[in-house]
């Protein structure tokens, strides 16, 4: 469900949250209470509405628990920008690594795309007919007559009369291929388009190094320079109908407008996903330059107190967009955190692990529940899974138990232990069409007997 987030109160937001996400109404609160508070901020008196920032999130949980997934969920409701970047591909200014601007630079790339998408879906049916034309035009290129001037006079009338006459002849072919042409009957058909020849990048083995705006500029600016090629490629008719689609798409679209919606998108309800947010914790005194941690802080610190950011769309002010941090803290603690940093987060939510019942419901409640995942997925080849309940109690019990034996990931486990036990349906589905298999107790037990008896070949396999 996507809807505009002054629709949503708080209440809806977690019941859309609930349909993906188990457990965790605790963090489930706090973002909807998030984005409830933008519809707010937004009716608020001019005066005051800059001065209310978002109130920034930190969830704190093992992995596997929901953190990512909740957020994405979010966004995806509210129809926000989202992007999620990771605090350990940050390096302090100086050192190799990427420029912490770069994740407002990609929330901004992916504004736009989105953007273009809403816009090309409004005129799709107007770039498909003109697309239409294009194509008609070469296949049944135009026929030119020589101009009244260049003929005498006792000439006109003959040339006028054969030139009427023709003209009908191709609008009568011209709509003959049309028909044809919706029909599907001249897909095959090998004809010859132009194509835009893709720009070079230019420092594009640099990338990695923040230099990303630099060598966008300088790809923007040899394109200002010398003239956009393009080159000419032989295609199929069906082939052909897409690119001209696509080239009447980019020509109908309003670009200047829709970079104007993206920044103002991205400025007012953008959000922010910085995972591993612990791994750059101070653990302690160190001596010397430390790269990866409290310079990595405090170069993310004005992005989220709020600057403005040079992008290839223009500048955009980071005050108002919402940043969810997230880090399981297992080897550090929120408090390891610059006091800086630790204000710009002033709320902390704490994630719990997940129990064998939470385990048993992610297999079979939320949307995309990874029975209804696989099952689906099998019977595309004609083959009918039959979970028993009983079933999907014990592979919840099998994937609690192995996670407190070997690493706790969560309710990743779940995908480990379900592809290892159908593995060989998997594998053998082509030649058991039209079968029933039913998944039971017996039968989870005997596909994962070996890797639940022999420990340690359960921490390589599972």
């Known amino acids: 469900m996507k809807k505009d987030e002054g629709e949503l109160t708080p209440v809806q937001i977690v019941a859309e949250l609930d349909k993906y996400i188990i457990g965790q109404q605790k963090a489930k609160r706090s973002v909807a209470i998030a984005l409830r508070n933008r519809f707010r901020r937004k009716n608020l008196p001019e005066e005051l509405r800059d001065e209310v920032v978002p109130k920034n999130i930190v969830m704190i949980g093992p992995t596997g628990v929901g953190k990512t997934e909740i957020a994405r969920r979010l966004s995806h409701i509210a129809c926000s920008p989202f992007v999620k970047v990771e605090a350990t591909k940050y390096t302090e200014i100086g050192y190799v690594g990427r420029d912490v601007e770069s994740m407002i630079r990609d929330l901004t790339n992916i504004a736009v795309n989105d953007v273009k998408k809403e816009m090309s879906d409004e005129v799709e049916s107007l770039a498909e007919e003109r697309a239409e034309d294009d194509l008609l035009d070469i296949l049944l290129p135009p026929v030119s007559f020589p101009r009244k001037a260049d003929i005498g006079q006792v000439a006109k009338d003959s040339v006028s009369s054969e030139a009427t006459g023709a003209d009908e002849r191709r609008k009568k072919t011209r709509e003959r291929f049309r028909e044809m ?219 609690t138990h192995v996670n407190m034996q070997t690493e706790n990931i969560g309710a990743r486990r779940l995908y480990t232990i379900m592809e290892l036990m159908l593995e060989d349906v998997s594998f053998s589905a082509p030649e058991l069409k039209g079968q029933t298999i039913p998944i039971t107790v017996e039968y989870v037990r005997e596909k994962l007997k070996a890797v639940l008896e022999n420990k340690d070949l359960s921490k390589y396999i599972l």
């Open 181 to 399: 042409l919706r029909k599907g009957e001249l897909e095959d058909k090998i004809v010859e388009v132009e194509v835009k020849q893709q720009k070079t990048q230019v420092l594009g083995m640099f990338a990695g190094m923040g230099l990303e705006e630099m060598d966008q500029n300088l790809s923007n600016m040899f394109g200002s320079v010398f003239p956009e090629k393009k080159k000419r490629k032989k295609v199929t008719v069906k082939e052909a109908k897409k690119i001209l689609e696509e080239e009447e798409r980019d020509k109908l679209i309003d670009m200047d407008k829709a970079v104007k919606i993206a920044i103002e998108r991205v400025e007012q309800s953008g959000i922010v996903f910085l995972d591993e947010i612990d791994k750059i914790a101070q653990k302690g005194q160190t001596h010397g330059p430390d790269v990866s941690r409290e310079g990595v802080q405090r170069d993310i610190l004005p992005i989220v107190e709020g600057a403005t950011v040079s992008t290839k769309y223009g500048a955009v002010r980071t005050h108002h967009i919402l940043f969810i941090a997230a880090g399981a803290f297992h080897m550090s603690k929120p408090s390891d955190l610059i006091p800086e940093l630790q204000g710009r987060f002033p709320i902390r939510v704490e994630l719990n692990s997940l129990s064998t019942e939470d385990l048993e419901k992610i297999l079979t409640q939320p949307k995309n529940a990874l029975v209804t995942q696989y099952a689906s997925l099998l019977e595309t080849e004609g083959v009918k899974l039959d979970f028993k309940p009983e079933a999907i109690a014990e592979i919840a019990e099998i994937a």
